[in-house]
C-alpha cells in the first residue's frame, strides 16, 4: 500500500491552488507514474512531484521546497541514467507540460520548453526542412542533452547541440527569473554550455536551426566475427570523410525486423550505422567501401531526421546502466579490444556497445566551452539496458570492463550525459579542470546553497575542494 504524503494538508492544497499544473503525492492515482523515469532500476518516493505548466509554476514550486525543507529535483525527459530527475522525500520541479515548440523560419530558430523532448523539437522543424543536433533517440529531453553538451547524429555538420544554443530562460533557487545570451549574463551563457542544470531551472531555450533537405542512413548487419574487420573499414573511413557523414559502430541483439534474417534475430550481430546529412545517392558514394563488404543485411534509406531519430528509441521501463570513455586514438590494438568485449554484454538484450566518431564541426568550434571531451576523435559508450534484474551484475560488470578495455587509449575527458554517478573526478574531467573553478564561480553567483545539487553537480565556490 502506498503511503501517504506527511507534508501538512493545508500546505499541500495551497500548493495545489497556487499551481496551474497538477500536484502529485503519495497516496494520489497519478503518483506512481508521475515518478516513474526512463531507467526502472530508479525507484524513488518523492513526497511531492509538481507538474509545472510555466515559470511562474516553477518559481511557486521552488518556494513550497524551500518553505518547507525539501530536497529539489528537476525533471525534462527523466533520461539521466542514475535517476537524477527524482528524489527520495523531495520535491520534483516537473517540467513535462512545458514541452512547446516554436519555429521561426526566418531567423532560422527554435523556442523550446524546459520539458520539450527531441521529438517535440524534431517534430516541429521537420515542415521547414530544417533541425540541429539533437540526441540519438526521440524521447531524450532537450534541456538536459543541451546543457551537458549534446552529442548527436548531426554534430559533425552542426557542432554539438550547445553550440547551437542561443538563449536560455531560468529559474533560480530564490525563485528569480534570469535570462542568458551572450550579450545578457554572458558568464552564465557560457556555463550552460555543458554545466548542466546546475544553476537554475531553464524553462525555456532557443536554438539556432540549420537546413536539413534531405538525411539518410545505412544499417548494415554483420556477424560477430566479421565485426573487427568491418569496424577497422568504418574507422579509416571516418578519418576523411566529409562533415555531412557520421554515425558509429555497435554491437547489439538483432531485432525481429523484415530486414534482419531470421536466423540472426536474437542472437549478437555487429551493426554499422552510417548517416548521412543529403541524399541516398550522396551516401551511397560516401559509403561505398562498407558497403562492397561482405555482410549479413542491409537497409539504406533517405527518411526525414525525425524518423531517423526515432529508430533507435529503447522503450520505457528497462534497466539502465551506462558509461563512456573518449579516445586519443583508435587503432587495430583498440579495435580488437572493443570488439571482443562485445561478447559479455547480456544476450539477448537492450544493450549496445557503441564505437561514435566525433571530428568534424565538433572539432573544429572554436569557443571555449566546457566540454572538453569535444577534442576526442572517438568515443566508446557501453549501453546497457535489460529487463530482468538478475542481469544486473553482468551488465554492470560488462560496462566496467569495456572502460578498463579501452582506457590504454583514452584521454580521461567523458561526456557527463553518458553516465551516471561516477565520483566528482569523473565530473571534473567532464568540463575541465580550469573550467570546473570557473564554474564552481558561477554556481557561487546563481546557487550558492547548492539547491540544485541533483546531476553531476559542480560545488559552489566557497564549498569547492
Not at 532500476?41 to 505548466?53: F, K
Not at 509554476?57 to 530536497?71: N, S
Not at 536474437?266 to 543529403?278: E, Q, R, S, W
Request: proline share 6%; hydrophobic share 40%.
Amino acid at each position: 500500500m502506498t503511503p501517504r504524503s506527511t507534508l501538512p494538508d493545508a500546505a499541500l492544497s495551497g500548493l495545489r491552488t497556487d499551481l496551474t499544473g497538477a500536484v502529485h503525492v503519495p497516496g494520489d492515482p497519478g503518483y506512481d507514474e508521475a515518478r516513474a523515469v526512463f531507467n526502472s532500476m530508479i525507484d524513488r518516493r518523492p513526497s511531492v512531484v509538481a507538474q509545472c505548466d510555466s515559470e511562474a509554476d516553477v518559481a511557486r514550486a521552488l518556494r513550497f521546497a524551500r518553505e518547507h525543507g525539501l530536497e529539489v529535483a528537476v525533471r525534462g525527459g527523466g533520461h539521466s541514467v542514475a535517476g537524477m530527475a527524482l528524489s527520495d522525500g523531495g520535491l520534483v520541479v516537473d517540467l513535462r507540460r512545458m514541452n512547446s515548440v516554436g519555429v521561426d523560419r526566418e531567423t532560422r530558430s527554435a523556442r523550446v520548453g524546459g520539458g520539450a523532448t527531441m521529438s517535440d523539437l524534431d517534430r516541429a522543424a521537420q515542415p521547414y526542412a530544417l533541425a540541429t543536433t539533437g540526441g540519438r533517440v526521440s524521447t531524450t529531453g532537450v534541456g538536459g542533452f543541451t546543457l551537458g553538451g549534446g552529442s548527436g547524429w548531426l554534430e559533425r555538420k552542426f557542432g554539438l547541440a550547445c553550440d547551437n544554443l542561443l538563449a536560455a530562460d531560468l529559474v533560480t533557487a530564490d525563485g528569480g527569473s534570469v535570462r542568458a545570451t551572450p550579450d545578457e549574463n554572458p558568464e552564465l551563457f557560457w556555463a550552460l554550455h555543458g554545466g548542466g542544470g546546475n544553476f537554475g531551472v531553464v524553462t525555456s531555450l532557443t536554438l539556432r536551426l540549420h537546413d536539413l533537405p534531405a538525411m539518410s542512413m545505412a544499417l548494415i548487419l554483420f556477424r560477430p566475427e566479421d565485426g573487427p574487420g568491418a569496424v577497422r573499414v568504418y574507422r579509416d573511413l571516418m578519418e576523411s570523410a566529409p562533415d555531412e557523414a557520421g554515425g558509429g559502430c555497435l554491437y547489439l541483439t538483432a531485432p525481429p525486423e523484415e530486414f534482419v534474417p531470421e536466423q540472426l534475430v536474437g542472437t549478437l550481430v555487429c551493426a554499422i550505422v552510417f548517416t548521412f546529412a543529403g541524399t541516398e545517392a550522396e551516401l551511397r558514394e560516401a559509403a561505398a567501401p562498407l558497403l562492397a563488404l561482405g555482410h549479413e543485411s542491409e537497409l539504406v534509406a533517405e527518411l526525414p531526421y525525425a524518423e531517423l531519430q526515432c529508430m533507435l528509441d529503447d522503450p520505457p521501463g528497462m534497466r539502465n546502466y551506462w558509461s563512456a570513455e573518449y579516445l586519443d586514438s583508435f587503432p587495430d590494438e583498440a579495435v580488437s579490444v572493443f570488439c571482443s568485449t562485445a561478447g559479455a554484454m547480456p544476450v539477448p538484450s537492450g544493450s549496445q556497445h557503441v564505437l561514435f566518431p566525433m571530428g568534424g564541426a565538433v572539432a573544429r568550434e572554436g569557443a571555449d566551452y566546457p566540454v572538453p571531451w569535444r577534442s576526442s576523435p572517438w568515443g566508446v559508450h557501453p549501453f546497457g539496458i535489460w529487463e530482468s534484474a538478475a542481469d544486473d551484475e553482468q551488465g554492470k560488470q560488462w560496462v566496467r570492463d569495456v572502460r578498463a578495455g579501452v582506457r590504454p587509449w583514452a584521454n580521461g575527458a567523458v561526456y557527463l550525459n553518458f553516465i551516471g554517478r561516477e565520483g566528482q573526478d569523473r565530473v571534473v574531467a567532464g568540463v575541465g579542470e580550469e573550467n570546473y573553478a570557473r564554474l564552481a564561480a558561477v554556481k557561487a553567483r546563481y546557487d550558492p546553497g547548492n539547491v540544485f545539487h541533483l546531476n553531476h553537480n559542480i560545488r559552489p565556490a566557497a564549498a569547492a575542494v
